[in-house]
């Protein structure tokens, strides 16, 4: 927010810039990321709306080195012309992927539609155009300004500094001291603002024309600081509360929201909104306004409803057992926490509230005022749809369309009326409140139990008598097979039924501090319940109630259907780099997301309740307990569950422990492949290089994954730092591959011949490891349990690598998929690095299968054929055609036939024989 109105987005740029670029002490690039990469741990740093954080994570043996690092970071920064002038390519590279998001997108319309000249308004990603091209048409001096900003803001009056360690609070304070000493105090004015949102921003609707499949509703009220906790404590619990007579309940069970939260946000320092958003239906969409007026009559309801002192204790005796019984936090989280809270109180204060929340007071007439803030010329309502018709206003940075204006006469009466709606009621009293938080011992040993229906596995209690219990059951079913795209569809219909079934008494369980997570895969429901022993067997109960004992009508089924749908087309929008799934082509049963849309075109309520009735009726659960839970209770909950089955008449299904392990598709040895990915609504592309490994075995995946651990830094600085294709670089391993991506605004061809010269220079480094430096990194990969094993010789990994990536003739096994705008973007090839070549590749169209790897490491190969549309034979296809693109036509264990499709203009797709 302080950035310069000629230079929107420096203070991202300099973030970018002192993290990666270097220091006086430590001047190469990113040698903070090795060191601590090195020791088991990353770096990072965020820009935020009013100030910038950095941090790490690492072994605590390397947390003063660490420390040392850090300091020289912010303290020295190298901020030379020349990386300046780098990073603003790969802010500009990060801001185009925003630049695709809804949810970006949402938030840059509220800043560009706030009070004009206020610094909320501002431009804060930044982008090549607000760091390079209008600051050069202007004069600037680009270093000297970023050089100015950075005296200006980085001094040692305005940082918090937070350390989470191992060592005694004496030595940590000396090791701090130590080094952070010389940081300059430039005696620098922490800034102020006023509030972001004027009259004029009030009171007015906001409409924007969504790129994805984003269906929202958002609220939003400014509100005194003072009134924050009334808020945080009363109000959002109050609309976010389950029971069947709810208001989110009631919104959901009408069909017109899929899911909904209030909450209180920071806009800027010490100004709050609190904010209600409701994700839409298709019926949502047609009716939010109706949907908004049914929000106001829920606060018309509060208003004429006393304070109710019950409800407030209540939720402060919740937020008091889970702050003293919560989860182990991640120490960099724990850090950020504190580093945040203190650049507005004083350190003590703000360990003291960490480690025991003071209770606020309840104040009747507070709640009373408070609510006055709830009404409709103290709103910025925001409606997002890609239905939206004639929006006339263009954002300058991301170019989305949008609408803003006053709310009409007629909605604006209906949000101001009294009549409050007789199903929306006060929430009651939340009976998952837990009373007894006594410590149960739990098994010794692990033990594992089986029944006709049910295999069980009971963890010992890893916390030391933890009052909380974690239980996760995957359920499945002999009856369904799950071999089709339809298949899949139906699968996730019912976990959208289930929850919106579940929501009356899920939100109520979630308010009392249980996590209730039900999703689904190929092989049929995952559900996970987190909660406290008291009351844990109840909600499980009901839970396995609802699913064995699920009823739904045509209109049920008819939401679910559509908002599965719609969460497709979302996923068929997704970012490149998530796009280039490998899964595509390499798993044994995955369908695409369009395939499985097609599939549900015509699927009735008549399939759907067959396909359910099949689910229940041979049904096979695999449970898992752990924490605070003895062995006889969680056996009496799978008895109480089998029951229920029972009861139903169902009959016990195969015995999880039978099922079969999928298969993976094996690539031929010596063949390259290239799958390509259209990308409808994004700027940007992204390059995968996939390389497999062959058949699962311990050995090569301590291979995999110790040269994944060997890449990442130097993938990072070369592809990243130095040459800049992307702002998202990285390496991923499995049991059998290695992946290597990239996603930036560059050609993917270009990317990818990019990555073909890292892996020739990466090849001559590991040339040059001695046995000493490799024994070093096993000892740190072990200690992070990513190899079990210290046996890799390097000449068995240098052979390992040269034949994985192809060095070695005729070993490799590739697959490149590139995923691309429809229109490919213009891209300059950089000057003086060479392109390295690409092995000959076969462009795979439309794959269903050529190969399968089973768990006993037998090859089964597919033979496939290639159908021409243009009626055109083999023979006239191959006859003087160039071969710089080719398509596979037929393989086998030996051979490849191929044929070029570079200059032709064919329709052609692949299909088993």
């Known amino acids: 927010m302080s ?25 190469e690039p990113d040698e903070f990321a090795n060191y601590v990469h090195l020791n088991g741990g990353y770096r990072g740093a965020s820009t935020y709306m009013d100030y910038a954080r950095y941090f790490f994570s690492v072994y605590p043996n390397a947390l003063e080195g660490s420390l040392d690092r850090l300091f020289h970071t912010v303290h020295s920064p190298l901020l030379s012309e020349s990386s300046i002038k780098a990073e603003i390519d790969l802010v500009s590279s990060e801001n185009a992927i925003y630049a695709s998001q809804d949810v970006r997108r949402l938030v840059r319309l509220d800043q560009y539609t706030s009070r004009e000249g206020h610094p909320f308004n501002t431009f804060g990603t930044g982008s090549r155009d607000s760091l390079w091209d209008k600051p050069r048409e202007l004069g600037l001096d680009l270093r000297n300004e970023t050089v100015q900003f950075y005296k200006k803001y980085y001094s040692a009056n ?60 958002s609220m939003v009220f400014p509100i005194p600081a003072m009134d924050k906790n009334v808020f945080e404590i009363y109000i959002a619990n109050v609309v976010t509360q389950g029971g069947n007579h709810s208001l989110l309940s009631f919104l959901r069970l009408e069909g017109l929201i899929t899911s909904s939260s209030a909450e209180v946000n920071k806009k800027c320092r010490g100004h709050f909104v609190f904010q209600v958003i409701l994700d839409l239906t298709d019926l949502g969409v047609l009716r939010h306004e109706e949907v908004a007026v049914k929000v106001f009559q829920f606060f018309n309801l509060l208003r004429n409803h006393p304070p109710q002192k019950w409800f407030w204790d209540e939720v402060e005796e919740i937020k008091n057992y889970t702050t003293k019984y919560q989860t182990k936090v991640e120490a960099v989280e ?69 609408n803003s204006g006053p709310f009409e006469s007629k909605f604006l009466t209906a949000m101001k009326t009294i009549e409050v709606h007789p199903n929306i009621i006060f929430p009651t009293r939340n009976i998952f409140v837990p009373k007894d938080f006594a410590m149960k011992q739990n098994v010794s040993d692990s033990v594992f139990e089986s029944t006709n229906f049910s295999s069980m596995w009971i963890y010992t209690n890893d916390e030391n008598n933890s009052p909380k219990v974690d239980v996760r059951i995957e359920l499945f079913s002999t009856y369904t097979p799950y071999v089709t795209p339809q298949d899949i569809g139906m699968n996730s219909i019912l976990a959208v039924l289930l929850k919106t079934r579940l929501l009356p008494m899920g939100l109520k369980a979630i308010a009392a501090g249980t996590s209730i997570k039900i999703s689904n895969d190929d092989s049929g429901l995952k559900i996970r319940v987190e909660g406290y022993t008291d009351g844990f067997t109840l909600i499980v109960t009901e839970l396995m109630h609802t699913i064995y004992s699920l009823s739904f009508t045509r209109y049920d089924f008819d939401i679910a259907k559509k908002t599965y749908v719609s969460s497709i087309k979302e996923n068929l929008n997704a970012e490149p780099c998530t796009l280039a799934n490998t899964g595509i082509l390499l798993a044994e049963t995955y369908f695409e997301q369009d395939m499985i849309l097609y599939a549900l075109n015509d699927l009735s309520l008549e399939d759907f309740e067959l396909f359910y009735r099949r689910f229940v009726s041979r049904p096979s659960l695999y ?144 040339k040059n490891m001695t046995q000493e430096e490799l024994d070093l990194r096993m000892l740190t990969l072990m200690e992070r349990f990513i190899i079990i094993g210290n046996e890799t010789k390097i000449d068995e990994l240098q052979k390992f690598y040269d034949e994985l990536i192809g060095f070695t003739p005729g070993e490799y096994r590739r697959l490149s998929i590139h995923v691309s705008p429809e229109v490919p973007s213009a891209t300059e090839e950089v000057e003086n690095i060479p392109a390295d070549e690409t092995p000959a590749q076969a462009n795979v169209a439309n794959i269903t299968k050529f190969g399968s790897m089973t768990k006993a490491n037998q090859t089964v190969t597919t033979e496939l054929e290639v159908q021409v549309d243009k009626g055109l034979s083999i023979a006239d296809l191959t006859n003087g055609i160039p071969t710089d693109e080719i398509l596979v036509i037929g393989l086998n264990q030996t051979t490849v036939e191929i044929i070029s499709l570079a200059s032709w203009n064919l329709d052609c797709y692949l299909r088993p024989v």
């Not at 950035?3 to 001047?27: F, S």
């Not at 102020?192 to 609707?205: A, I, Q």
């Open 3 to 27: 950035d310069p109105k000629e230079l929107q987005g420096l203070a991202h740029l300099l973030e970018h810039v002192i993290l990666v670029r270097g220091n006086m002490k430590y001047p």
């Open 158 to 217: 305005l940082m918090t500094l937070a350390v989470v360690g191992k060592d005694n609070l004496t030595t940590l304070e000396d090791i701090v001291t130590r080094i952070f000493r010389p940081l300059e105090n430039r005696n620098a004015t922490l800034p102020s603002f006023g509030p972001p949102y004027g009259p004029s921003e009030l009171g007015v609707k906001i409409e924007m024309v969504a790129k994805g499949q984003m269906k929202r509703l």
């Open 334 to 402: 724990l850090a950020a926490l504190l580093g945040k809270s203190m650049i507005e109180s004083t350190p003590d204060d703000v360990v003291e509230e960490y480690l025991s929340p003071k209770r606020t007071q309840f104040n009747a007439t507070q709640i009373v005022e408070s609510l006055e803030w709830i009404r409709p010329g103290n709103m910025r309502l925001f409606f997002v749809s890609n239905s939206i018709k004639n929006a006339s206003s263009t954002e300058p940075h991301y170019q989305f369309k949008y």
């Open 623 to 766: 449970w898992r307990f752990f924490g605070g839970i003895q062995k006889w209770e969680a056996i009496a909950l799978v008895q109480t569950s089998e029951a229920l089955l029972l009861k139903r008449g169902s009959r016990p299904g195969q015995s999880f422990k039978q099922s079969i392990e999928k298969r993976v598709v094996e690539i031929p040895r010596g063949t390259s492949w290239l799958y390509r990915i259209s990308s409808e609504i994004h700027s940007s592309s992204c390059t995968k290089v996939v390389f497999q490994a062959g058949s699962k075995t311990k050995d090569q995946g301590d291979k995999l994954a110790l040269l994944s651990d060997l890449m990442h830094h130097p993938l990072n600085v070369q592809l990243y730092t130095k040459e800049r294709l992307g702002y998202l670089v990285g390496i991923v391993d499995t049991s059998i591959t290695l992946q290597l991506y990239v996603q930036g605004e560059r050609d993917t061809k270009f990317m990818e011949r990019r990555i073909n010269n890292f892996l020739h220079k990466f090849r001559g480094m590991l």
